[in-house]
């Protein structure tokens, strides 16, 4: 649905998902099975990775990844998991290695690209095939600064999934190219640790409805927000800075020069793109907040947001507390908000779910989606 | 079974609940839907409710209901839903709001009798009903003071019920009106976290057997007590205080002035009623001390106890100490009892369940009432 | 398997079991009613019980067991459940009663056999026969100083069950009499809670392919060990000291005099044994080390380890820490290797389990035994 005004005929009121899809294990396994084990799912920063041998361990679905780079510099993903007896190959969240991952327990040693190139009394075993026996790799794709993971035996395009939900929002890939996210700079990072379903946290992405009630800093600086219509109800649609804002910031000040190459028509301008099933990004003329959702349980999704700015504003040392604070109040908003949502998924006043009002009607597509995500023959 | 005297033909042990109804979480689920959420529920104290717009939230059986009193003073209960998207109105125990109850999340504004009054763009949307859309309420009744809850469609008679309770142990519903219990000021409360199953918190509040090695107080108190017999296994019987014992104190010191009214045979008595489900009442010449169970899991209930004096005792800022310590210890003591007995629940031992001496007998009529309930052509 | 060569032909690697035995709850349980509550089970040392009254409460399986010594000496073992509600007898882990076991709730009160003795009003109840309605006994074995418990109606052969584990190992019972296990002191124990599954913990016990990765203190007292091979791999082999070790030290410094009647070729000499399910035995020349695991849930294991010196090292109140150091951090290595692995158990990754190399395919005997006691008709 891409609408660009509000329906005017019809009921004012559509259903949403049953509650049990909030707090059902059974459902919540369906969906790493089929979503985020089987979907590209955005993972790392590749600047997380500055070198061969830098790593980070992520949860993806209900596994552990191990993201690194190759000895020529290539992103490679793998299981966690050791070829032998199946300890982790690395427990700490980030770290970096010298010259190989070797496991803790018997020590067998992996290069850089899964390889199996050692292990006590390898060569004693000359029938262990050492790429077979090797780190489990996963399919790998960078974009936007991201590496993106898919433990699928075949991905989807990455171009029909991703790629088209920034399509879908901002009309072309051009639209967010000028914004040059690959090359920002992470200026801060926060994660957050929430104690609600992964989709409550989508939906209140998806809406603003909820924006005039808990947000005041940020319908201060985009005022339209005040009225219900999230940015992302409309195809390239940018809330427009109030007119006594001068950036995007907890207090209207100005933030940092425009990005370059931005068109002129975006410097006063707020973007908002919903990547499913675990990515939002927000852009603003300076700065670019990119939210990952790590899904740990039904209901439990801990969140990674990055605050992108360009490279000589990051390594300048100059203070992005102004631009992190205004979105970090809108999360924890956000966040709080769902986590007063998550324990009445289990009413049985809320078995059959709650409704959507006009302004939150797009937010069916994404019930439909998951709901066909998780129909057996829906794929 | 409404005795007199010991059973003295017959087999002297009789079997309990297996082990299994104590701690499986299908047992619990069945008994919150056929009991907790069906049945009458002690939710709360109506003095806790000064005013309109005064709230409790309690839990009965899975559901999170809040209480609070209209404009025009009448007590209402709804589920604590928002009927839009399903947020928590009230998060807090207890509170007070001034006009309405408004969801923080999103705004939708109900007033004290539940009717939605206002959200954002409402006026957008005529096809809203705006009760149909309120919050949605249960059943209330009030008596002695407290406020009681059904979320059942067609709630069972309050009379044949809750008050035929009374009625079977005191004899008559007169009994326990001198007491004047809707009148009395709660002097103290005190809330305990149990780590075992709700029914055996009943059990042990409806014998004696065990008074004699855990109460050492209270049977110098109540010597007779030290039997075995509990004053609940006969019909309007209460035990006796001691000679030496002035009052229903730790240390049997006098108490404070009998309550007005009360027929002059009970001065120096104590009665015990068990209100099924989760209600315990005790009467004593100056006070009444009144149990509300809530039960949150197979292995976990609450326990909110009240001890109620007349008014003048609590605004005078008397002190309520030596009576609020005596139950208060018997309150520990017999929850510790639980406590060491949950865990044997599970034992293969225990599969068949343990067994009841004659002065426990009557507690075979409480299992064949929840086994009743739990049959599903039972009701 | 008892070999005594690596093998040379066939596949370098075998499998392991599935990774859903590590973790799933159900097969737990199976274990815990097939395997650890029905065969003989090592509970205690006999000297945790100095006299009659003395006591030990254990988790065998699902069960807690009471352990205690009768007026006349004899060891008993019941289950740790009042035979009138089910309420714990003892919720210490280890004690001493003067005179009987009475249960604190109702005072049902139990000689040191188990016989009923006493509970208010019993003489009125004269058709309580007072043996049947004594704790629940299971059967009891000593040996090697330790109690050994059966929950089983009938037991397994203990000969040909736990001392056929030692002969398997050792060749003969003769050879490990020579330590005297049974009279040696216990001077030091070690509890150690581990989050992985017992299974993990048997097959690190059982190879040594980790050795030289892990236990750098060890294989500097046990050269042999860096080359892989576990000395329970071999039938009745003792890894050698290296020659610059004086004793089973975590220096190499010298020990304490070599246990009296020991045979000469083992004066230098570390022997191991895996008595199934739950018990491992390191033998060296001057003391034992002597594990028992605790399986508490698919993920959760307690051992209690014992380090057995002659009575007159501990009387004297010789210092043992430089030989305890050595075992305690093979122990810290060893569980921190089994925590590593139990979380990849879940993964998609291990669902067909790993794989064993050469020096560890007698685990797979290991685990055919286990798949042999799960299976139905297997007993």
């Known amino acids: 649905m891409t609408t660009t005004e509000e329906p005017v005929t019809g009921s004012s009121l559509i259903p949403t998902l049953p509650g049990s899809a909030y707090v059902d294990p059974a459902v919540f396994d369906a969906e790493c099975e089929r979503i985020f084990e089987d979907m590209w799912f955005c993972a ?4 997380d990775l500055p070198k061969p041998g830098s790593f980070r361990t992520v949860q993806v679905g209900r596994e552990s990844i191990l993201i690194s780079r190759s000895r020529r510099g290539e992103v490679r993903a793998f299981y966690n998991v050791c070829r032998h007896r199946g300890a982790r190959i690395c427990t700490e969240d980030a770290g970096e290695r010298a010259r190989s991952f070797q496991c803790p327990y018997h020590a067998w ?27 489990r790799r996963v399919h790998v794709r960078t974009w936007l600064g991201y590496v993106w993971v898919s433990l699928a035996d075949a991905p989807p395009s990455f171009e029909a999934t991703v790629q088209q939900e920034v399509v879908d929002r901002l009309g072309t890939l051009d639209n967010i190219a000028g914004y040059d996210v690959a090359n920002l700079s992470v200026g801060r990072r926060i994660v957050y640790d929430v104690a609600a379903n992964w989709k409550l946290i989508v939906e209140n992405f998806m809406e603003c409805y909820h924006c005039a009630t808990i947000h005041p800093e ?8 005040a009225d ?16 006594d804002v001068s950036g995007f910031t907890i207090d209207g000040s100005e933030g940092f020069g425009v ?6 028509d975006r410097d006063r301008k707020y973007y908002a793109i919903t990547v499913k099933p675990q990515v939002f990004v ?9 939210h990952r959702m790590y899904p740990m349980a039904a209901d439990r999704t801990v969140v990674e947001c990055d605050w992108l700015y360009l490279p000589d504003v990051v390594e300048s040392g100059r203070d992005v507390t102004a631009s992190v604070e205004l979105f ?19 009413s049985k006043l809320y078995a059959a779910g709650g409704v959507l009002v006009p302004s939150e009607h797009h937010i069916s597509e994404f019930h439909e989606w998951v709901t066909h995500k998780l129909t057996p023959t829906g794929g």
């Not at 970090?328 to 289990?346: I, W, Y």
Request: aromatic letters at 10%; hydrophobic letters at 40%; glycine letters at 6%.
């Open 44 to 47: 790392a920063r590749e600047s």
């Open 259 to 264: 990005i370059p190459g931005l068109e002129e």
């Open 282 to 290: 927000n852009l603003v003329p300076d700065h670019v907040i990119f």
């Open 228 to 243: 219900g219509l999230a940015a992302q109800y409309f195809v390239n649609h940018g809330a427009e800075f109030g007119e």
């Open 109 to 135: 040693t992996y290069d850089f690209d899964g390889k199996l190139i050692a292990a006590p009394n390898l060569t004693k075993m000359p029938d262990i095939d050492r790429v077979e026996y090797g780190l």
């Open 218 to 225: 940020l319908t201060e600086v985009l005022p339209e927000f």
């Open 328 to 346: 970090h109040r809108v999360n924890q908003q956000d966040f709080e908000a769902c986590e007063r949502t998550q324990p009445a998924m289990s």
